[in-house]
């Protein structure tokens, strides 16, 4: 939408905003309430964008008609400046349009633990962060399953995958992704030393309606024994199924469903969405190392959060800024306040 339309749909809402018919309809106005917000965002992008091509215009009618050095030199910095002003701007607009898009399509998310460097403690650390996610996400009322789950001699995680079937999930977890770092006495330390460790994490948002076709031959399948909880049948049958994506060298596997064939769909669901993730992409190179950037390589550096023990404190490294009460926070209940941190950093909604 141009300018004027915007400003057109602001002034319907507002309008519907102010009926208390409409009001009385609890669903109705926290719809319209939502699509205003994201009106006024998109509205004072433009506006700003508009602004700077103004300026843009008053620089280059200077440079068309003047002799002045010094208000050719001035006249030269302000349109550098505006046209990449403008340049930014609109790359916001279009990242802010495109996002605003997906999030209506999105049903639930896949979120994928693996322990990093730290040996056993990596694996323990990678177990807390499972453990933490699925308690907010009960928290929040969000259903989750356990797709996937492999543990260490330890008990720790391995790997862990975990699926949120709420639409909303994406939009509080999104910026979970990446490499969370741990400090602390491990329970293998004799000597009580402090270890550094690492866990990453991915979050994969799940789409509505995905039109991809994977040809049989393109898929490798095995089949094993779950390790999760389901009963006899579960535990004693080849019920768990792993997917092998010859052309992209994707893994998938599914051990949620008490029947096999229900573990193959729930896994080549999840795969259609890894590949509309890459084609999103158009490149798959492109795509797989975006994908390698958002959880790096788990080397302790690559690190966006870290979980200070004997300081109690957690740091939160692209904010800047820290939270007591680990416990809490991995306990689910103190997730929140970081959650809202990041909310009102990106006036997110």
């Known amino acids: 939408m141009n300018l004027n339309e915007l400003q057109k749909k602001k002034e319907e809402l507002l309008k519907k905003l102010s009926d208390p018919e409409f009001l009385s309809d609890k669903t109705k106005f926290e719809q319209a309430s939502r699509e205003l917000k994201k009106i006024e965002k998109e509205l004072n992008t433009q506006k700003e964008i508009a602004r700077a091509e103004k300026k843009i215009k008053e620089a280059e009618e200077i440079l068309a008609e003047e ?7 001035l006249a030269k910095e302000e349109l550098q400046k505006n046209t990449d002003l403008k340049e930014s701007l609109s790359q916001k607009l279009q990242t802010e349009q495109t996002s605003s898009n997906d999030l209506n399509n999105i049903k639930s998310i896949i979120l994928e633990i693996r322990a990093g460097t730290g040996g ?26 356990v797709i996937d789950i492999s543990k260490t001699s330890l008990g720790g995680l391995k790997e862990g995958i975990l699926e949120i079937d709420s639409k909303e999930s994406f939009n509080e977890l999104k910026q979970e992704a990446g490499v969370h770092r741990v400090q602390r006495v491990p329970i293998t330390e004799k000597s009580g030393r402090i270890h ?18 994977i040809k049989p031959e393109e898929i490798e399948e095995t089949f094993f024994r779950s390790s999760g909880p389901g009963g006899q049948n579960v535990n004693k049958v080849e019920t768990a199924v ?19 064939n229900q573990n193959r769909e729930k896994a080549l669901e999840i795969l259609k969405n890894k590949l509309y993730d890459l084609q999103e992409e158009e490149l798959i190179g492109k795509a797989k190392k975006e994908r390698r950037d958002q959880i790096g390589s788990a080397e ?36 929140k306040d970081i959650i809202q941190a990041f909310k009102k950093e990106y006036h997110q909604t």
Not at 67 to 73: K, M, Y
Not at 131 to 145: D, E, H, L, V
Not at 306 to 315: E, W
């Open 300 to 335: 302790r550096s690559e690190k966006i959060r870290t979980y200070n023990f004997p300081q109690d404190r957690i740091t939160d490294h692209r904010l800047k800024k820290s939270w007591h009460h680990i416990d809490e926070v991995l306990s689910g209940e103190g997730l």
């Open 67 to 73: 002799t002045d050095n010094e208000l050719l030199t």
């Open 242 to 260: 792993r997917l092998f994506h010859k052309p992209t060298g994707i893994f998938v596997a599914c051990q949620s469903e008490r029947h096999q």
């Open 120 to 145: 056993e403690e990596a694996g323990l650390f990678a177990l807390d962060l499972f453990t933490m996610y699925s308690r907010y996400a009960n928290i929040q009322g969000w259903p989750i399953k």
């Open 196 to 213: 550094t460790s690492t866990a990453t994490v991915a979050i994969l948002p799940q789409m509505k309606n995905i039109e991809i076709t």
